[in-house]
């Protein structure tokens, strides 16, 4: 008994220096970009317009016709989820050669080269290259946020690996924030300084070349992958700031000998294979529902809710940077509580929230002219919506894909996610404009019944993943997958109770 409660006491982890600043360059380098590009055109949009507008006029001797703007800019903002999805086509093949860290690296390319392109657009009397510097460095966007946090997560010990998978969304959330800030007219979000504003997106990737070079390669990736186990040994380490770190290491071995029963999954045996259905439908169902739950609809919509509420139209920033720092603060109130109150908590809290919130500012939207007061009710559904999406579904998602796949299936299982998360992004981005005009606010009414089937099917599927390792978490769905998880060569079935992993990993070890 003494010996088992010791070994489980080693297993905990704690944060280290090396582990914290892996984490934050990771995340400000990659994650911050994702955010910070999703807001970046808003503000300066009216400028930009006038630059294409003007383009074509020098051009052509004639103003741009007032379809066409409106073609080019919609390719300027869709562009960018559309390279998300490809750069989430990406992501198994280079994670597997290059590592997750090395991704990371190379990603920068797609940030470097776009920011350059946008800064010198104006010069160039070009809004091509804007149009095209957006899909590349969407196709940055989409490599990171998969990338981070499979890297976060598998840096990560497993009772810190929630509060850390969530870093990654709250650089997302800080990025957007720092986009919403410098487009205050009196900074950048004006008709000389919007140039310089798409161009900063480079500052992150620069530090982020310079500093996660010093910084280890995921020790999985490392040891179940590539076989390098004194490379892994000497991470491992370095992250965990001790030498003793043979339990790590066994349960390591232990999930490197069940991939072997079962061989390395591409996407295509992922989707064909029985013993992941069950996990992969639940990665589809929380990026549909993260992304089809109108957080983005919602965004669109708030400038016009404010300004209904009486808010004067040079206020208006102020107060989308005030709900942008509200979505910061819960999403780091997430990052203190996702250990203590467990994944599947925040995922069916946060989906309520949204439901709840879409019901509500569909019935004020719809007041808002025959009672006076109602108007705020519609600012206060809008933050409350936005309090919900930053708890769960925003930051859970990523966190839950990371635990619920072994080594050989997160790369294919990332890519699937990501392919999802991005193609859903872009089509809100696109159905959104035709649902407003169609319904008006009862198109909340469809985010709200989005939200409610997403939390049917979290309350009867996904399971809680908090605290345990990744073969605990495939061990909780072997039973409904109606499989049974192999254990190398001894072939040691996992869903008959009578051990735990912890004893196969000490039996291992030992």
């Not at 000998?257 to 169902?285: D, H, P, T």
Request: aromatic fraction near 10%; hydrophobic fraction near 45%.
């Amino acid at each position: 008994m003494a010996q088992t409660e010791e070994w489980g006491k080693e297993k905990r982890g704690r944060l280290t220096a090396v582990l914290v600043l892996a984490t934050l360059v990771s995340g400000f380098g990659s994650s911050f970009q994702y955010g910070y590009n999703v807001a970046v055109v808003n503000s300066p949009s009216p400028f930009m317009q006038q630059f294409y507008n003007a383009t074509h006029m020098e051009r052509y001797g004639a103003p741009m016709e007032g379809t066409l703007l409106t073609l080019l800019w919609s390719l300027t903002v869709s562009m960018y989820p559309l390279g998300g999805f490809f750069g989430s086509l990406m992501v198994a093949p280079l994670v597997n050669k290059l590592g997750r860290k090395g991704t990371l690296l190379f990603n920068n390319i797609f940030s470097i080269v776009p920011a350059v392109m946008m800064g010198v657009s104006e010069i160039a009397k070009s809004y091509e290259i804007i149009i095209v510097a957006r899909f590349i460095v969407g196709i940055c966007a989409g490599l990171s946020s998969n990338v981070v946090p499979m890297y976060i997560g598998e840096l990560a010990p497993k009772n810190l690996r929630g509060a850390l998978g969530i870093i990654p969304q709250l650089f997302i959330t800080v990025g957007i924030l720092s986009a919403q800030v410098l487009g205050i007219r009196n900074i950048l979000g004006n008709s000389t300084g919007w140039t310089l504003m798409l161009g900063l997106t480079s500052i992150p990737a620069l530090v982020e070349l310079l500093l996660l070079p010093f910084f280890p390669e995921s020790p999985r990736y490392m040891l179940i992958q590539r076989g390098d186990e004194k490379t892994a040994l000497r991470a491992l380490q370095r992250l965990r700031g001790r030498e003793d770190v043979d339990a790590e290491l066994s349960e390591m071995r232990l999930e490197d000998q069940s991939e072997k029963a079962e061989g390395r999954l591409s996407v295509l045996s992922l989707l064909s294979q029985r013993s992941l259905r069950w996990q992969l439908i639940s990665i589809v169902v929380m990026n549909m529902g993260q992304q089809l739950s109108g957080v983005n609809a919602i965004y669109y919509y708030a400038d016009s809710i404010y300004a209904s509420a009486g808010v004067k139209q040079d206020v208006i920033q102020y107060v989308t940077v005030g709900t942008g720092a509200v979505n910061v603060f819960m999403t780091i109130a997430a990052v203190f509580i996702v250990e203590a109150v467990g994944r599947r908590v925040l995922l069916l809290c946060g989906f309520g929230i949204c439901c709840g919130a879409c019901v509500l500012l569909t019935v004020a939207l719809n007041f808002q002219e025959s009672v006076t007061w109602m108007s705020y009710g519609s600012i206060a559904c809008v933050i409350i919506y936005v309090i919900g999406h930053a708890i769960g579904p925003s930051p859970i998602p990523t966190v839950v894909t990371t635990e619920m796949f072994r080594q050989s299936a997160r790369p294919a299982a990332f890519m699937v996610a990501g392919s999802v998360h991005w193609l859903s992004n872009f089509t809100v981005g696109l159905v959104f404009p035709f649902l407003e005009r169609g319904l008006g606010s009862y198109s909340f009414i469809i985010f709200a019944f989005i939200c409610l089937v997403t939390l049917i099917y979290i309350w009867l599927v996904v399971p809680e993943t908090k605290n345990k390792t990744f073969l605990e978490n495939c061990q909780m769905f072997a039973k409904r997958n109606k499989v049974e998880i192999k254990l190398g060569d001894g072939d040691l079935p996992l869903t008959e109770g009578k051990e735990s992993l912890e004893d196969a990993a000490r039996v291992t070890a030992f």
